[in-house]
Structures are given as structure tokens and as C-alpha cells.
């Protein structure tokens, strides 16, 4: 069994100048893990940003999943 582990920093800005937010941002880095994360593998996602809700970042993980073909059978708090 395989583990991703996902704990992007509160604030991160790119080479370019782009600036990380969970809000907008986490769904396409967790896509960016699919490739990576075996099917019977551990995917473990995690943010201190206090402007997103618990619901909206675990639709964020969902989405992405969804959006790879892939399916999350439990979900932890």
C-alpha cells in the first residue's frame, strides 16, 4: 500500500508569480497526486487555511477525484 500525502503551506507564490489558494487551487493539486496514488493506497489530504470549510475542501478532494476516474470510499476527520 502506497501513501500521498498533501499539505500544501498556507502561502506559496510560483516562480511566476501566481499565488497557492486553497480555496481556489487545492482540487487541482489533488488531481495533480492522482497519477501518483494507488488504488489501494492511502491519500491523505490536509490544510490549516481557516477560510476553507470543512464540506468545500472535501468537495474540493471528491471533485478531483472525480475528475481522474477515481473514487474516495472513506473520508476521516
Same mark, same amino acid.
Given at each position: 500500500?502506497?501513501?500521498v500525502? *498533501?499539505?500544501?503551506p498556507t502561502f506559496s507564490t510560483t516562480k511566476g508569480g501566481r499565488r497557492? +489558494? /486553497?480555496e481556489r487551487d487545492y482540487a487541482a493539486l489533488v488531481a495533480l497526486a492522482m497519477p501518483v496514488w494507488r488504488a /489501494?493506497?492511502?491519500l491523505f489530504c490536509?490544510?490549516?487555511q481557516k477560510s476553507l470549510s470543512p464540506e468545500n475542501f472535501e468537495k474540493a478532494i471528491r471533485t478531483a477525484a472525480k475528475m481522474a476516474g477515481r473514487e *474516495? +470510499?472513506?473520508m476521516g476527520v
Open positions: 500500500m502506497g501513501l500525502l *498533501i499539505d500544501p497557492f +489558494k /486553497a /489501494a493506497g492511502l490536509s490544510t490549516n *474516495i +470510499k472513506t
